[in-house]
């Protein structure tokens, strides 16, 4: 639904908009003005707020007696319950009932009051049954018939007063409001009751409805009700919009809603109201209360609502006693189907429609705005997915998050996220409205309904929100001309214990051009030495972290820091596993690779073999013919390490084209971050180009600052940095990650804006990992929703003995045979690590810690990536959790359970959407989307059916209760009157 004003809302209502704005106050959603706008979510609160207190409150709200009713709307839901009398009227609608007149009371037996009723309510959903007028008569009989709120809704004081009963006031019309608030079933339910009517006779007189005794006290009914306006539930329900409103009678009119053209030509029915194809609008049925007014004769005028005429004429017609309507039949509600004026007795009234049609009344006041009959026709037209009607796109596009959740989807389009799960399980797939999900989910979801799905990246939506304050990242500004030279990045990857680290300290240690050896006393991340080359001194830096595992993370982030791979293979070893692996990743991110062939001072080291191997790999040595550089080096003694820096500018001078701006604001990425207790935030960047200097404001990932001052990789301070220069920042406000981008802005007010909004982006992205991630408390649903079978875990203990023990246990437990089963997806000995957590994300496992704790700031990045972590320290208690889980990982047994019966009445054919069963519910209820089957003189016609759509008059239902009519469609053409839908649902039955 799209955003709604507030005096658009309250107008709805029935109520002064100060009224939805003091309610408004009272849900905590602080709305400035009448002219504000509230969003989708909160006016369907707001309309449970309006609509359900009245359902609830039903009974008494009628309308107080002695209320006068002041601003009728408001009222009404305050009002007490009224009279009996009043109840009749009370139209289910929020609408502030008028007050009930004392006269209303006079109805009692009508009684809307009687009846247990209390559920007056109008709830539309509810399928109450309340109000309906038109049920009045029937319902008056039925038991149901007691809602007397919708009476009281319904009408308006003013026609109660002109009415002159008092009581009819109750019915404080709901509103005149067209939108008004959907009485659910209710409104017209009544009529539903109408069809009841023909049922034996309704219960007559023993409602005790206000009014007069229309025994119910439905609205409809009342007899003596002034007429509601519109509103009267009863009759028409509930006060449509279009509902007329009363006006005075039009004598003419049938109360009965006139003749209602409406094709249900139920007609035949006896009192019946003719169900109206649930679904079409044009059809209603009509409202049985109006009937039971017809009798009555007061009532029967009452008819007079304009719109309602028709319930009268129905119901009326047939339950005579019923109604007795005489109440009103129909009574004067003025809205509601209540009979026209004229009409009242007769049942139908001017043409109205049928009792799912619209409202009686006269065609010109019913008449819609164009408006509300172009929505109207969008509504018929909006395809039905799983039963589910949702307006289909019209191949716009909307841009979602990357695992972004229906809730995200049903923001952008306007659509209830309930209604896309329904279908999502239509295509197959069973999601929860707020789980994130994959882009094919989300892509698959738009083309169904028809809209462009753009799924944008949290890199892309990181450069648009640069763009937003007219930065652009990633980019050197200017020409050529302001390009400059800059050193290479170096990354060093190669199998464990072929001497990565070794390399890199004994680079460290050669200096060439400093001559300085051991120079380097902190590790910051990243370094830079420098070396001659052909005379000149060229510098390289070297990323300080070896192995692919950081190259691979940076990389996973967007980021790239690194130019040239150094692959370090040992050459009594050869080529091993994570040497292929560190290939596969170089090659991935277009990095040109220099070999260092290591350990040749160890005996039977074999370098030529190493160029053999990497053939097969592709990297072919110069000397047989390739462009790879292969330098043979011992890291351990120090030799030709110069060598491979040299192979290392090269490489950089013949295959790529290193130039930055250095002339512009500093760009850069992270490299690695720490709180240190005393200096604080601590972060070591790259920079990329630009150049950075003391004093400049910077933004990195969420974290910014003014950069207070800056260190070198020998802890030296440093003015400024210019393009690949590590160095070490200190002034941000809090800590970075690693692969975190960083620019500079020019103030703190900007950094401290990109910050705060990169900060909240990143928390909705937690929150939405977090709603996916697996626990041990989670499984049983995963499960159940077949999203998974077994149970993932990744050991890790102090000891390799406790290790190897709790999987022996954990393998033990017995989860119910072949059902479930546990998976160790890892295990190990030490803290948690990184490694440790991204395995587990990647394989959905749950981390298991015995004794031990995650390093670092793990705990954290468990957190965020969705990864739980049990700690125990008794293997015993690590055996019985998982085993509980484990349990209730067992797949439920389901058994069929009966929720009701309803009988075709009649069947309408709907254009594109195929035969639509107009049926009373014979026992329990009928519940949108449940399973079905037809059957036929006692024989199974269709099996595996399922309730597509369900409709009490034009609007969609949930649930329609014993009693009431409906439209039912099951997706399924041959039907006929007299065949019976029999739903069920299936239920998960307890284990033993
Ligand atoms: N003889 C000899 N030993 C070396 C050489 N380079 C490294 N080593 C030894 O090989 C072992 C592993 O070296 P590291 O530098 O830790 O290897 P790494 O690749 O960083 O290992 P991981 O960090 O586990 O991946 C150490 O004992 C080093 O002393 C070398 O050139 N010659």
Same mark, same amino acid.
């Given at each position: 639904?799209?955003?709604?004003?507030?005096?658009?809302?309250?107008?709805?209502?029935?109520?002064?908009?100060?009224?939805?704005?003091?309610?408004?106050?009272?849900?905590?959603?602080?709305?400035?003005?009448?002219?504000?706008?509230?969003?989708?979510?909160?006016?369907?609160?707001?309309?449970?707020?309006?609509?359900?207190?009245?359902?609830?409150?039903?009974?008494?709200?009628?309308?107080? #007696?002695?209320?006068?009713?002041?601003?009728?709307?408001?009222?009404?839901?305050?009002?007490?319950?009224?009279?009996?009398?009043?109840?009749?009227?009370?139209?289910?609608?929020?609408?502030?009932?008028?007050?009930?007149?004392?006269?209303?009371?006079?109805?009692?037996?009508?009684?809307?009051?009687?009846?247990?009723?209390?559920?007056?309510? #109008?709830?539309?959903?509810?399928?109450?049954?309340?109000?309906?007028?038109?049920?009045?008569?029937?319902?008056?009989?039925?038991?149901?018939?007691?809602?007397?709120?919708?009476?009281?809704?319904?009408?308006?004081?003013?026609?109660?007063?002109?009415?002159?009963?008092?009581?009819?006031?109750?019915?404080?019309?709901?509103?005149?409001?067209?939108?008004?608030?959907?009485?659910?079933?209710?409104?017209?339910?009544?009529?539903?009751?109408?069809?009841?009517?023909?049922?034996?006779?309704?219960?007559?007189?023993?409602?005790?409805?206000?009014?007069?005794?229309?025994?119910?006290?439905?609205?409809?009914?009342?007899?003596?009700?002034?007429?509601?306006?519109?509103?009267?539930?009863?009759?028409?329900?509930?006060?449509?919009?279009?509902?007329?409103?009363?006006?005075?009678?039009?004598?003419?009119?049938?109360?009965?809603?006139?003749?209602? #053209?409406?094709?249900?030509?139920?007609?035949?029915?006896?009192?019946?109201?003719?169900?109206?194809?649930?679904?079409?609008?044009?059809?209603?049925?009509?409202?049985?209360?109006?009937?039971?007014?017809?009798?009555?004769?007061?009532?029967?005028?009452?008819?007079?609502?304009?719109?309602? &005429?028709?319930?009268?004429?129905?119901?009326?017609?047939?339950?005579?006693?019923?109604?007795?309507?005489?109440? &009103?039949?129909?009574?004067?509600?003025?809205?509601?189907?209540?009979?026209?004026?004229?009409?009242?007795?007769?049942?139908?009234?001017?043409?109205?429609?049928?009792?799912?049609?619209?409202?009686?009344?006269?065609?010109?006041?019913?008449?819609?705005?164009?408006?509300?009959?172009?929505?109207?026709?969008?509504?018929?037209?909006?395809?039905?997915?799983?039963?589910?009607?949702?307006?289909?796109?019209?191949?716009? +596009?909307?841009?979602?998050?990357?695992?972004?959740?229906?809730?995200?989807?049903?923001?952008?389009?306007?659509?209830?996220?309930?209604?896309?799960?329904?279908?999502?399980?239509?295509?197959?797939?069973?999601? %929860?409205?707020?789980?994130?999900?994959?882009?094919?989910?989300?892509?698959?979801?738009?083309?169904?309904?028809?809209?462009?799905?753009?799924?944008?990246?949290?890199?892309? !939506?990181?450069?648009?929100?640069?763009?937003?304050?007219?930065?652009?990242?990633?980019?050197?500004?200017?020409? !050529?001309?302001?390009?400059?030279?800059?050193?290479?990045?170096?990354?060093?990857?190669?199998?464990?214990?072929?001497?990565?680290?070794?390399?890199?300290?004994?680079?460290?240690?050669?200096?060439?051009?400093?001559?300085?050896?051991?120079? $380097?006393?902190?590790?910051?991340?990243?370094?830079?030495?420098?070396?001659?080359?052909?005379?000149?001194?060229?510098?390289? %830096?070297?990323?300080?972290?070896?192995?692919?595992?950081?190259?691979?993370?940076?990389?996973?982030?967007?980021?790239?820091?690194?130019?040239?791979?150094?692959?370090?293979?040992?050459?009594?070893?050869?080529?091993?596993?994570?040497?292929?692996?560190?290939?596969?990743?170089?090659?991935?991110?277009?990095?040109?690779?220099?070999?260092?062939?290591?350990?040749?001072?160890?005996?039977?080291?074999?370098?030529?073999?190493?160029?053999?191997?990497?053939?097969?790999?592709?990297?072919?040595?110069?000397?047989?013919?390739?462009?790879?550089?292969?330098?043979?080096?011992?890291?351990?003694?120090? %030799?030709?390490?110069?060598?491979?820096? !040299?192979?290392?500018?090269?490489?950089?001078?013949?295959?790529?084209?290193?130039?930055?701006?250095?002339?512009?604001?500093?760009?850069?990425?992270?490299?690695?971050?720490?709180?240190?207790?005393?200096?604080?935030?601590?972060?070591?960047?790259?920079?990329?180009?630009?150049?950075?200097?003391?004093?400049?404001? $910077?933004?990195?990932?969420?974290?910014?600052?003014?950069?207070?001052?800056?260190?070198?990789?020998?802890?030296?301070?440093?003015?400024?940095?210019?393009?690949?220069?590590?160095?070490?920042?200190?002034?941000?406000?809090?800590?970075?990650?690693?692969?975190?981008?960083?620019?500079? @802005?020019?103030?703190?007010?900007?950094?401290?804006?990109?910050?705060?909004?990169?900060?909240?982006?990143?928390?909705?992205?937690?929150?939405?990992?977090?709603?996916?991630?697996? +626990?041990?408390?989670?499984?049983?649903?995963?499960?159940?929703?077949?999203?998974?079978?077994?149970?993932?875990?990744?050991?890790?203990?102090?000891?390799?003995?406790?290790?190897?023990?709790?999987?022996?246990?954990?393998?033990?437990?017995?989860?119910?045979?072949?059902?479930?089963?546990?998976?160790?997806?890892?295990?190990?000995?030490?803290?948690? %690590?990184?490694?440790?957590?991204?395995?587990?994300? +990647?394989?959905?496992?749950?981390? $298991?810690?015995?004794? @031990?704790?995650?390093?670092?700031?793990?705990?954290?990045?468990?957190?965020?990536?969705?990864?739980?972590?049990?700690?125990?320290?008794?293997?015993?208690?690590?055996?019985?959790?998982?085993?509980?889980?484990?349990?209730?990982?067992?797949?439920? $047994?389901?058994?069929?359970?009966?929720?009701?019966?309803?009988?075709?009445?009649?069947?309408?054919?709907?254009?594109?959407?195929?035969?639509?069963?107009?049926?009373?519910?014979?026992?329990?209820?009928?519940?949108?989307?449940?399973?079905?089957?037809?059957?036929?003189?006692?024989?199974?016609?269709?099996?595996?059916?399922?309730?597509?759509?369900?409709?009490?008059?034009?609007?969609?239902?949930?649930?329609?209760?014993?009693?009431?009519?409906?439209?039912?469609?099951?997706?399924?053409?041959?039907?006929?009157?007299?065949?019976?839908?029999?739903?069920?649902?299936?239920?998960?039955?307890?284990?033993?």
């Amino acid at each position: 639904m799209a955003k709604v004003r507030v005096y658009e809302l309250a107008k709805e209502f029935g109520v002064e908009s100060k009224v939805v704005l003091a309610k408004l106050n009272e849900m905590g959603e602080f709305v400035r003005s009448a002219s504000s706008t509230i969003e989708a979510p909160v006016v369907r609160r707001l309309k449970e707020a309006f609509n359900g207190p009245a359902e609830k409150k039903g009974g008494d709200r009628r309308p107080r #007696p002695s209320e006068p009713r002041p601003r009728p709307r408001a009222e009404s839901q305050s009002s007490s319950p009224a009279p009996s009398g009043e109840s009749n009227g009370a139209a289910p609608r929020p609408g502030p009932r008028p007050g009930p007149k004392p006269a209303a009371r006079s109805g009692p037996s009508m009684g809307g009051a009687p009846k247990p009723g209390p559920k007056p309510g #109008p709830r539309p959903g509810a399928g109450a049954p309340a109000p309906k007028p038109g049920p009045q008569g029937q319902s008056g009989p039925k038991p149901g018939g007691n809602r007397p709120e919708r009476g009281e809704r319904g009408e308006r004081p003013e026609r109660a007063e002109r009415s002159g009963r008092p009581e009819s006031g109750k019915g404080p019309r709901p509103g005149p409001r067209p939108a008004g608030p959907r009485p659910g079933n209710n409104p017209f339910a009544s009529t539903a009751t109408g069809m009841g009517a023909p049922k034996p006779a309704p219960r007559p007189g023993p409602r005790p409805g206000p009014q007069g005794g229309q025994g119910a006290p439905r609205p409809g009914g009342g007899s003596d009700r002034a007429p509601r306006p519109g509103g009267a539930p009863g009759a028409g329900g509930p006060p449509r919009p279009q509902a007329p409103r009363p006006q005075a009678p039009r004598p003419g009119a049938p109360g009965a809603g006139g003749p209602r #053209p409406s094709p249900a030509s139920m007609g035949p029915r006896p009192g019946g109201p003719r169900p109206s194809p649930m679904n079409m609008p044009s059809s209603r049925p009509t409202p049985p209360g109006g009937a039971g007014g017809g009798r009555g004769g007061a009532g029967g005028r009452s008819g007079g609502r304009p719109g309602g &005429g028709r319930g009268g004429p129905v119901g009326a017609g047939p339950r005579t006693g019923g109604g007795g309507g005489g109440a &009103g039949g129909g009574g004067p509600r003025p809205g509601g189907f209540g009979g026209r004026p004229g009409g009242g007795g007769r049942g139908r009234g001017g043409g109205t429609a049928g009792a799912f049609g619209r409202p009686g009344g006269r065609p010109g006041r019913a008449r819609k705005s164009k408006k509300q009959r172009r929505q109207e026709f969008n509504d018929m037209q909006a395809p039905s997915f799983g039963g589910v009607k949702i307006p289909s796109g019209n191949g716009q +596009t909307i841009r979602l998050s990357r695992g972004a959740s229906l809730s995200d989807f049903g923001d952008k389009i306007d659509v209830n996220p309930a209604s896309l799960v329904q279908v999502m399980m239509h295509l197959g797939e069973m999601v %929860t409205a707020t789980q994130s999900l994959p882009d094919e989910t989300l892509q698959l979801l738009g083309e169904e309904l028809k809209y462009n799905v753009e799924v944008v990246s949290p890199e892309d !939506e990181d450069r648009e929100l640069l763009e937003s304050f007219s930065i652009e990242f990633g980019e050197n500004e200017g020409g !050529e001309e302001s390009l400059r030279p800059r050193p290479p990045v170096v990354t060093v990857m190669g199998h464990v214990d072929h001497g990565k680290t070794r390399l890199l300290d004994a680079i460290r240690n050669t200096n060439v051009v400093s001559g300085e050896a051991g120079g $380097i006393t902190q590790h910051i991340g990243a370094y830079q030495v420098a070396t001659e080359v052909d005379g000149e001194e060229r510098k390289i %830096t070297f990323i300080d972290t070896p192995g692919h595992e950081a190259f691979t993370a940076m990389r996973a982030r967007g980021a790239q820091a690194t130019d040239i791979a150094v692959l370090v293979v040992a050459a009594d070893d050869g080529v091993k596993p994570q040497t292929a692996e560190a290939i596969d990743h170089a090659k991935a991110a277009d990095v040109p690779i220099v070999v260092a062939v290591n350990k040749i001072d160890v005996e039977g080291a074999d370098p030529q073999k190493v160029r053999a191997q990497l053939t097969e790999y592709g990297l072919v040595a110069e000397e047989y013919g390739g462009d790879v550089q292969f330098v043979d080096i011992s890291a351990k003694q120090g %030799t030709n390490i110069d060598g491979l820096l !040299e192979a290392v500018v090269l490489t950089s001078d013949a295959a790529l084209d290193l130039r930055a701006n250095p002339y512009q604001d500093a760009q850069g990425l992270a490299i690695e971050a720490f709180l240190d207790r005393g200096r604080g935030s601590t972060a070591t960047v790259l920079v990329q180009r630009g150049t950075l200097r003391v004093g400049d404001s $910077i933004v990195c990932g969420d974290a910014y600052g003014r950069v207070r001052a800056m260190l070198d990789e020998n802890g030296e301070n440093v003015e400024e940095a210019e393009p690949s220069r590590p160095v070490q920042v200190l002034g941000l406000t809090n800590v970075p990650s690693a692969g975190d981008s960083f620019l500079v @802005v020019k103030d703190d007010r900007v950094a401290r804006q990109i910050a705060q909004q990169r900060e909240a982006r990143e928390r909705f992205a937690q929150q939405a990992r977090a709603s996916r991630r697996v +626990t041990m408390q989670n499984w049983q649903d995963a499960l159940k929703e077949g999203e998974r079978s077994e149970l993932s875990l990744l050991l890790k203990g102090d000891m390799s003995g406790s290790v190897e023990a709790l999987e022996e246990s954990l393998l033990k437990i017995d989860a119910g045979g072949d059902e479930v089963g546990i998976r160790i997806v890892g295990r190990g000995v030490g803290a948690i %690590t990184q490694n440790d957590i991204n395995l587990a994300a +990647t394989s959905d496992a749950i981390i $298991i810690g015995f004794n @031990v704790r995650p390093e670092g700031k793990n705990s954290e990045l468990a957190d965020r990536m969705g990864v739980e972590i049990r700690y125990y320290s008794v293997i015993y208690q690590a055996i019985e959790e998982v085993e509980a889980a484990v349990k209730g990982l067992l797949k439920p $047994i389901y058994e069929e359970v009966q929720l009701g019966s309803a009988e075709i009445r009649e069947v309408f054919k709907v254009p594109r959407i195929g035969n639509i069963a107009g049926s009373i519910v014979r026992d329990g209820i009928i519940r949108r989307n449940a399973k079905a089957r037809l059957i036929r003189d006692g024989v199974v016609i269709s099996d595996n059916l399922t309730v597509e759509s369900l409709r009490r008059f034009k609007d969609d239902a949930t649930e329609v209760r014993e009693g009431y009519e409906c439209g039912i469609g099951v997706g399924y053409n041959d039907i006929r009157i007299g065949d019976v839908i029999e739903t069920f649902e299936m239920q998960e039955k307890p284990r033993d």
